[in-house]
Protein backbone atom coordinates (compact mmCIF):
# COMPACT_ATOMS: atom_id res chain seq x y z
CA UNK A 1 0.00 0.00 0.00
CA UNK A 2 1.63 3.64 -0.67
CA UNK A 3 1.57 6.61 1.42
CA UNK A 4 -0.99 8.22 -0.97
CA UNK A 5 -3.48 5.13 -0.03
CA UNK A 6 -2.73 5.22 3.44
CA UNK A 7 -3.60 8.73 3.74
CA UNK A 8 -6.86 8.51 1.84
CA UNK A 9 -7.97 5.46 3.47
CA UNK A 10 -7.14 7.40 6.98
CA UNK A 11 -9.30 10.16 5.60
CA UNK A 12 -12.34 7.84 5.03
CA UNK A 13 -12.07 5.96 8.29
CA UNK A 14 -11.25 8.54 11.07
CA UNK A 15 -12.08 12.25 10.60
CA UNK A 16 -9.05 14.66 10.93
CA UNK A 17 -11.27 16.72 13.13
CA UNK A 18 -13.69 15.54 15.53
CA UNK A 19 -16.42 18.74 17.22
CA UNK A 20 -18.12 16.62 19.85
CA UNK A 21 -21.49 18.42 21.24
CA UNK A 22 -19.40 21.23 22.05
CA UNK A 23 -21.50 24.16 23.45
CA UNK A 24 -19.16 27.91 24.39
CA UNK A 25 -21.39 30.02 26.98
CA UNK A 26 -20.67 33.43 27.60
CA UNK A 27 -22.60 34.33 30.65
CA UNK A 28 -26.30 34.16 29.92
CA UNK A 29 -25.55 34.23 26.09
CA UNK A 30 -25.36 30.76 24.58
CA UNK A 31 -22.91 31.26 21.55
CA UNK A 32 -22.63 27.68 20.70
CA UNK A 33 -24.97 24.81 21.31
CA UNK A 34 -24.30 21.44 20.95
CA UNK A 35 -22.59 21.76 17.59
CA UNK A 36 -20.96 18.54 16.62
CA UNK A 37 -19.37 17.75 12.77
CA UNK A 38 -16.70 15.73 11.77
CA UNK A 39 -13.73 17.26 9.12
CA UNK A 40 -11.87 14.75 6.78
CA UNK A 41 -7.87 15.21 6.17
CA UNK A 42 -7.40 18.23 3.05
CA UNK A 43 -10.68 19.13 3.24
CA UNK A 44 -11.71 22.58 3.07
CA UNK A 45 -14.41 23.69 5.24
CA UNK A 46 -16.37 26.94 5.05
CA UNK A 47 -18.42 28.17 8.37
CA UNK A 48 -20.74 30.14 6.67
CA UNK A 49 -23.76 32.28 8.44
CA UNK A 50 -24.40 36.02 9.67
CA UNK A 51 -23.29 37.92 12.62
CA UNK A 52 -23.49 36.04 15.90
CA UNK A 53 -24.64 33.16 14.46
CA UNK A 54 -21.62 31.08 16.39
CA UNK A 55 -18.83 31.13 13.51
CA UNK A 56 -16.43 33.16 14.66
CA UNK A 57 -16.94 31.02 18.41
CA UNK A 58 -16.89 27.81 17.22
CA UNK A 59 -13.02 28.59 15.12
CA UNK A 60 -11.69 30.26 18.33
CA UNK A 61 -13.02 27.01 20.38
CA UNK A 62 -10.71 24.77 17.68
CA UNK A 63 -8.11 27.00 18.04
CA UNK A 64 -8.12 27.16 22.01
CA UNK A 65 -8.56 30.81 22.07
CA UNK A 66 -11.78 30.33 23.88
CA UNK A 67 -11.91 27.08 25.71
CA UNK A 68 -15.80 25.44 24.76
CA UNK A 69 -18.10 25.11 27.71
CA UNK A 70 -19.33 21.80 27.09
CA UNK A 71 -17.87 18.99 24.36
CA UNK A 72 -14.83 17.84 23.44
CA UNK A 73 -12.37 18.81 20.23
CA UNK A 74 -10.29 16.04 18.92
CA UNK A 75 -7.41 16.47 16.10
CA UNK A 76 -5.54 13.44 14.33
CA UNK A 77 -6.61 10.92 17.01
CA UNK A 78 -5.83 13.63 19.81
CA UNK A 79 -8.50 15.22 22.31
CA UNK A 80 -7.29 19.11 22.64
CA UNK A 81 -10.25 19.95 24.37
CA UNK A 82 -7.99 21.61 26.98
CA UNK A 83 -5.04 22.34 24.73
CA UNK A 84 -3.77 26.01 25.00
CA UNK A 85 -3.34 27.41 21.43
CA UNK A 86 0.63 26.44 21.66
CA UNK A 87 0.22 22.96 22.29
CA UNK A 88 -2.15 22.57 19.15
CA UNK A 89 -1.08 21.97 15.76
CA UNK A 90 -2.70 25.05 13.62
CA UNK A 91 -1.62 28.19 11.53
CA UNK A 92 -4.40 30.78 11.72
CA UNK A 93 -4.91 33.75 9.76
CA UNK A 94 -6.75 36.92 11.05
CA UNK A 95 -8.91 39.34 9.33
CA UNK A 96 -6.67 41.83 10.12
CA UNK A 97 -3.56 40.56 9.21
CA UNK A 98 -1.43 40.53 12.25
CA UNK A 99 1.57 41.17 10.96
CA UNK A 100 4.59 42.63 13.10
CA UNK A 101 4.66 46.46 11.98
CA UNK A 102 8.53 46.39 12.85
CA UNK A 103 9.50 43.36 10.71
CA UNK A 104 10.17 43.04 6.85
CA UNK A 105 8.28 40.05 5.30
CA UNK A 106 11.07 37.76 5.61
CA UNK A 107 11.22 38.24 9.39
CA UNK A 108 7.42 37.92 9.55
CA UNK A 109 7.26 34.83 7.67
CA UNK A 110 10.33 33.61 9.63
CA UNK A 111 9.00 34.05 13.34
CA UNK A 112 7.08 30.87 14.32
CA UNK A 113 10.76 29.12 12.72
CA UNK A 114 12.55 31.00 14.78
CA UNK A 115 10.75 30.33 17.81
CA UNK A 116 11.60 26.76 17.60
CA UNK A 117 15.30 27.27 16.75
CA UNK A 118 15.52 25.65 13.68
CA UNK A 119 18.95 26.17 11.98
CA UNK A 120 19.45 29.37 10.06
CA UNK A 121 19.78 27.69 6.77
CA UNK A 122 16.99 26.00 7.37
CA UNK A 123 14.35 28.48 8.04
CA UNK A 124 16.24 30.75 5.51
CA UNK A 125 15.29 27.56 2.19
CA UNK A 126 11.98 27.62 4.16
CA UNK A 127 11.25 31.01 4.20
CA UNK A 128 11.97 31.12 0.22
CA UNK A 129 10.02 28.28 -0.62
CA UNK A 130 6.88 30.19 1.12
CA UNK A 131 7.42 33.29 -0.08
CA UNK A 132 8.00 31.94 -3.79
CA UNK A 133 4.63 30.25 -3.10
CA UNK A 134 2.45 33.11 -2.58
CA UNK A 135 4.42 34.94 -5.13
CA UNK A 136 6.19 37.58 -2.86
CA UNK A 137 9.50 36.53 -3.17
CA UNK A 138 10.61 40.50 -4.35
CA UNK A 139 9.22 41.56 -1.61
CA UNK A 140 10.58 39.87 0.82
CA UNK A 141 12.98 43.19 2.35
CA UNK A 142 9.77 45.28 2.65
CA UNK A 143 7.54 46.03 5.80
CA UNK A 144 4.06 45.75 5.98
CA UNK A 145 3.22 49.42 5.77
CA UNK A 146 4.92 49.41 2.06
CA UNK A 147 2.62 46.52 1.26
CA UNK A 148 -0.85 46.56 -0.72
CA UNK A 149 -3.81 44.83 1.71
CA UNK A 150 -3.66 41.73 -0.58
CA UNK A 151 0.37 41.77 -0.44
CA UNK A 152 -0.12 41.51 3.36
CA UNK A 153 -2.47 38.83 3.77
CA UNK A 154 -0.38 37.06 1.45
CA UNK A 155 2.32 37.43 3.82
CA UNK A 156 0.07 35.77 6.70
CA UNK A 157 -0.93 33.16 4.83
CA UNK A 158 2.68 32.22 4.09
CA UNK A 159 3.38 32.87 7.98
CA UNK A 160 0.35 31.00 9.28
CA UNK A 161 1.88 28.02 6.96
CA UNK A 162 5.41 28.11 7.90
CA UNK A 163 5.50 25.46 10.44
CA UNK A 164 3.59 23.08 8.16
CA UNK A 165 1.10 22.76 10.32
CA UNK A 166 -1.80 20.10 9.83
CA UNK A 167 -4.63 22.65 10.34
CA UNK A 168 -5.07 25.87 8.73
CA UNK A 169 -7.65 28.17 10.48
CA UNK A 170 -8.92 31.08 8.01
CA UNK A 171 -11.14 33.93 10.01
CA UNK A 172 -12.76 36.01 7.47
CA UNK A 173 -9.42 36.18 5.48
CA UNK A 174 -10.98 38.23 2.29
CA UNK A 175 -13.28 40.44 3.80
CA UNK A 176 -11.05 43.78 4.57
CA UNK A 177 -10.33 43.84 0.84
CA UNK A 178 -11.44 45.46 -1.92
CA UNK A 179 -13.84 43.42 -4.54
CA UNK A 180 -11.31 42.62 -7.26
CA UNK A 181 -8.71 41.81 -4.64
CA UNK A 182 -11.04 39.33 -3.11
CA UNK A 183 -11.79 37.55 -6.12
CA UNK A 184 -8.08 37.00 -7.26
CA UNK A 185 -7.50 36.23 -3.40
CA UNK A 186 -10.00 33.50 -2.94
CA UNK A 187 -8.92 31.68 -6.21
CA UNK A 188 -4.73 31.87 -5.29
CA UNK A 189 -6.34 30.63 -1.58
CA UNK A 190 -7.82 27.42 -3.01
CA UNK A 191 -5.16 26.54 -5.23
CA UNK A 192 -2.59 26.63 -2.38
CA UNK A 193 -4.92 24.76 -0.31
CA UNK A 194 -5.33 22.09 -3.29
CA UNK A 195 -1.36 21.98 -3.35
CA UNK A 196 -0.39 21.72 0.13
CA UNK A 197 -3.32 19.27 1.16
CA UNK A 198 -3.62 20.97 4.45
CA UNK A 199 -6.84 20.67 5.95
CA UNK A 200 -8.49 24.19 6.32
CA UNK A 201 -11.31 25.15 7.88
CA UNK A 202 -12.53 29.56 6.88
CA UNK A 203 -14.83 31.81 8.65
CA UNK A 204 -17.05 34.07 6.26
CA UNK A 205 -20.44 35.73 5.88
CA UNK A 206 -19.59 35.95 1.94
CA UNK A 207 -21.91 33.38 0.86
CA UNK A 208 -19.71 34.07 -2.89
CA UNK A 209 -16.90 33.11 -0.50
CA UNK A 210 -17.85 29.72 0.53
CA UNK A 211 -19.90 28.59 -2.79
CA UNK A 212 -16.69 29.25 -4.60
CA UNK A 213 -13.99 27.80 -2.42
CA UNK A 214 -15.35 25.29 -0.20
CA UNK A 215 -15.11 21.75 -0.66
CA UNK A 216 -17.95 21.60 2.15
CA UNK A 217 -19.88 24.45 3.80
CA UNK A 218 -21.27 24.51 7.30
CA UNK A 219 -24.51 26.95 7.27
CA UNK A 220 -24.66 28.18 11.32
CA UNK A 221 -27.71 30.16 12.36
CA UNK A 222 -28.08 30.80 16.26
CA UNK A 223 -25.07 29.05 17.72
CA UNK A 224 -26.33 25.69 15.91
CA UNK A 225 -25.89 23.88 12.16
CA UNK A 226 -28.40 24.44 10.00
CA UNK A 227 -26.88 22.27 7.33
CA UNK A 228 -23.88 20.95 6.18
CA UNK A 229 -23.00 19.77 2.22
CA UNK A 230 -21.14 20.60 -0.50
CA UNK A 231 -21.78 23.98 -2.43
CA UNK A 232 -23.99 22.12 -4.75
CA UNK A 233 -26.24 20.71 -1.95
CA UNK A 234 -26.65 23.56 0.28
CA UNK A 235 -27.87 25.57 -2.88
CA UNK A 236 -29.55 23.36 -5.04
CA UNK A 237 -31.25 21.42 -1.37
CA UNK A 238 -31.63 23.48 1.57
CA UNK A 239 -32.48 22.26 4.40
CA UNK A 240 -34.64 24.84 5.79
CA UNK A 241 -36.04 28.07 5.06
CA UNK A 242 -32.87 29.74 7.06
CA UNK A 243 -30.42 28.04 4.48
CA UNK A 244 -32.86 28.59 1.16
CA UNK A 245 -33.02 32.53 2.44
CA UNK A 246 -29.65 32.98 3.10
CA UNK A 247 -27.41 31.16 -0.23
CA UNK A 248 -28.90 32.96 -3.16
CA UNK A 249 -31.97 34.76 -3.95
CA UNK A 250 -35.33 32.71 -3.38
CA UNK A 251 -38.82 33.45 -4.07
CA UNK A 252 -41.11 32.51 -0.79
CA UNK A 253 -44.86 32.93 -1.59
CA UNK A 254 -47.52 31.45 1.23
CA UNK A 255 -49.46 28.57 0.70
CA UNK A 256 -51.58 25.27 1.51
CA UNK A 257 -50.95 21.81 1.04
CA UNK A 258 -53.92 21.02 -0.69
CA UNK A 259 -53.23 17.14 -1.22
CA UNK A 260 -50.01 14.61 -2.09
CA UNK A 261 -48.02 16.53 -4.74
CA UNK A 262 -50.04 19.14 -4.85
CA UNK A 263 -50.01 22.70 -2.81
CA UNK A 264 -52.45 25.91 -3.41
CA UNK A 265 -51.54 29.12 -3.86
CA UNK A 266 -53.87 31.52 -4.05
CA UNK A 267 -56.55 30.03 -6.64
CA UNK A 268 -53.68 28.56 -8.30
CA UNK A 269 -52.30 24.49 -7.88
CA UNK A 270 -48.74 23.74 -8.08
CA UNK A 271 -47.56 20.12 -8.48
CA UNK A 272 -44.31 19.86 -6.05
CA UNK A 273 -43.35 17.41 -3.56
CA UNK A 274 -45.16 17.60 -0.92
CA UNK A 275 -42.99 14.70 1.37
CA UNK A 276 -44.81 14.01 4.05
CA UNK A 277 -46.81 17.09 5.15
CA UNK A 278 -50.01 17.03 5.65
CA UNK A 279 -53.02 18.15 3.98
CA UNK A 280 -53.94 21.35 4.71
CA UNK A 281 -50.63 22.57 6.39
CA UNK A 282 -49.92 26.05 6.13
CA UNK A 283 -45.94 25.85 4.00
CA UNK A 284 -43.75 28.77 2.21
CA UNK A 285 -43.55 27.72 -1.45
CA UNK A 286 -39.80 27.95 -2.24
CA UNK A 287 -37.90 28.26 -5.72
CA UNK A 288 -35.31 30.28 -7.12
CA UNK A 289 -35.49 33.16 -9.95
CA UNK A 290 -32.96 31.75 -12.27
CA UNK A 291 -35.15 28.22 -12.00
CA UNK A 292 -38.32 29.69 -13.73
CA UNK A 293 -39.10 29.13 -17.57
CA UNK A 294 -40.28 31.71 -19.69
CA UNK A 295 -39.61 30.51 -23.47
CA UNK A 296 -42.03 28.20 -25.05
CA UNK A 297 -44.47 28.24 -22.28
CA UNK A 298 -47.79 27.09 -22.97
CA UNK A 299 -51.20 27.88 -20.43
CA UNK A 300 -51.65 24.46 -19.90
CA UNK A 301 -48.47 23.38 -19.30
CA UNK A 302 -48.61 21.99 -15.28
CA UNK A 303 -47.52 25.25 -12.81
CA UNK A 304 -47.52 27.47 -15.53
CA UNK A 305 -48.54 31.37 -14.61
CA UNK A 306 -49.76 34.32 -16.87
CA UNK A 307 -48.27 37.19 -15.25
CA UNK A 308 -47.25 40.83 -15.19
CA UNK A 309 -43.98 42.27 -15.71
CA UNK A 310 -44.45 45.15 -13.48
CA UNK A 311 -40.31 46.18 -13.30
CA UNK A 312 -37.49 44.94 -14.83
CA UNK A 313 -33.61 45.69 -13.84
CA UNK A 314 -30.70 45.13 -16.40
CA UNK A 315 -27.87 42.91 -14.94
CA UNK A 316 -25.88 42.95 -18.05
CA UNK A 317 -25.97 39.32 -19.43
CA UNK A 318 -28.69 38.75 -17.59
CA UNK A 319 -32.49 40.48 -16.53
CA UNK A 320 -34.02 40.63 -13.35
CA UNK A 321 -38.08 40.65 -13.56
CA UNK A 322 -40.20 41.54 -11.13
CA UNK A 323 -43.68 39.41 -12.05
CA UNK A 324 -47.19 40.08 -10.11
CA UNK A 325 -50.75 39.70 -10.70
CA UNK A 326 -53.99 37.88 -9.43
CA UNK A 327 -52.57 34.66 -10.94
CA UNK A 328 -50.06 34.44 -8.21
CA UNK A 329 -52.60 35.93 -5.39
CA UNK A 330 -51.47 39.32 -6.14
CA UNK A 331 -48.03 38.27 -4.69
CA UNK A 332 -44.41 39.12 -6.24
CA UNK A 333 -42.07 37.15 -7.78
CA UNK A 334 -38.48 37.81 -9.09
CA UNK A 335 -37.47 35.94 -12.06
CA UNK A 336 -34.01 36.14 -13.76
CA UNK A 337 -33.92 35.63 -17.35
CA UNK A 338 -31.43 35.73 -19.89
CA UNK A 339 -30.70 39.11 -22.00
CA UNK A 340 -31.06 36.60 -25.27
CA UNK A 341 -34.61 35.85 -24.03
CA UNK A 342 -35.73 39.48 -23.46
CA UNK A 343 -34.81 40.50 -27.03
CA UNK A 344 -36.80 37.08 -28.38
CA UNK A 345 -39.99 37.66 -26.49
CA UNK A 346 -39.81 41.81 -26.90
CA UNK A 347 -40.04 42.13 -22.90
CA UNK A 348 -41.82 45.32 -21.69
CA UNK A 349 -43.14 46.78 -18.49
CA UNK A 350 -46.49 45.52 -18.18
CA UNK A 351 -46.68 43.02 -20.68
CA UNK A 352 -47.85 39.43 -19.76
CA UNK A 353 -45.68 36.85 -19.44
CA UNK A 354 -46.40 33.38 -19.36
CA UNK A 355 -43.48 31.23 -16.98
CA UNK A 356 -43.50 27.95 -15.71
CA UNK A 357 -41.92 26.92 -12.33
CA UNK A 358 -40.69 23.49 -12.59
CA UNK A 359 -42.09 21.07 -10.09
CA UNK A 360 -38.44 19.38 -9.29
CA UNK A 361 -37.27 22.47 -8.38
CA UNK A 362 -39.91 23.78 -5.55
CA UNK A 363 -39.41 23.59 -2.09
CA UNK A 364 -41.83 23.57 0.60
CA UNK A 365 -40.78 24.34 4.35
CA UNK A 366 -43.10 24.85 7.24
CA UNK A 367 -44.78 28.57 7.15
CA UNK A 368 -43.38 29.81 10.60
CA UNK A 369 -41.08 31.80 9.22
CA UNK A 370 -37.12 32.07 7.60
Known amino acids: ?7 TEGRADTPYLRIVNVSKDFGDFTALNDVSIDIGEGEFVCFLGPSGCGKTTLLRAIAGLDIQTLGAIHQAGREISALPPAERDFGIVFQSYALFPNMTVVRNVAYGLENRRLPRAEIQTRVRDLLDLVGLVDQDDKYPAQ ?41 EIKQLQHRLGVTTIMVTHDQEEALTMADRIVVMNHGVIEQVGTPVEIYRHPATAFVADFIGQMNFLPGTVSGPGTVRLGALELTCDTGDMATGAAVQIAFRPEDIIA ?22 SSLRITLGGEAIGGHIVNAELSINLMRDLSLQQGHALAVRIPAERIRLYPATGT
Open 147 to 187: LSGGQQQRVALARALATSPGLLLLDEPLSALDARVRVRLRH
Open 295 to 316: RDVATDHANAIVATVQDMEFLG
Open 1 to 7: MTKAEVK
